[in-house]
């Protein structure tokens, strides 16, 4: 009933700069929190920045200051707008929402993670 797709993620030099999207879809009424996570080969899933439908952000101290979370709440879409990337921030890039959402003749809350996008920066 709901569905997150993640997009723009691929190969960059270090020091590049991605701009990854999220759409939500489905039967939604509402959304709460957009967030993004990344989880590199033999690490585990991590958060990169949480974001509230209010606006309110919380970046992982290793990328403030290079990494910003952008919503269009209309759209139910986040960006995550990554510059002067890193090697060590190849990973794999993740959406998580919690989704308000209307099926079954009621309403629901779901939290959902999209496929996951890969984003690599070359050395």
């Known amino acids: 009933q709901v569905q997150l797709v993640e997009s723009g993620g691929g190969v960059v030099q270090a020091g590049g700069s991605l701009r990854l999207s999220c759409a939500a879809s489905?039967?939604?009424?509402?959304?709460?929190?957009m967030d993004w996570y990344r989880q590199a080969p033999g690490k585990e899933r991590e958060v990169v920045v949480a974001?509230?439908?209010?606006?309110?952000?919380n970046y992982a101290d290793s990328v403030k200051g290079r990494f910003t979370i952008s919503r269009d709440n209309a759209k139910n879409t986040v960006y995550l707008q990554m510059n002067s990337l890193k090697p060590e921030e190849t990973a794999v890039y993740y959406c998580?929402?919690?989704?308000?959402?209307?099926?079954?003749?009621?309403?629901?809350?779901?939290?959902?993670w999209g496929q996951g996008t890969q984003v690599t920066v070359s050395s």
């Open positions: 998580n929402a919690d989704v308000r959402y209307y099926s079954g003749g009621r309403f629901r809350t779901v939290n959902s």
């Open positions: 489905g039967s939604i009424m509402s959304i709460n929190n």
């Open positions: 974001s509230t439908k209010d606006g309110v952000t």
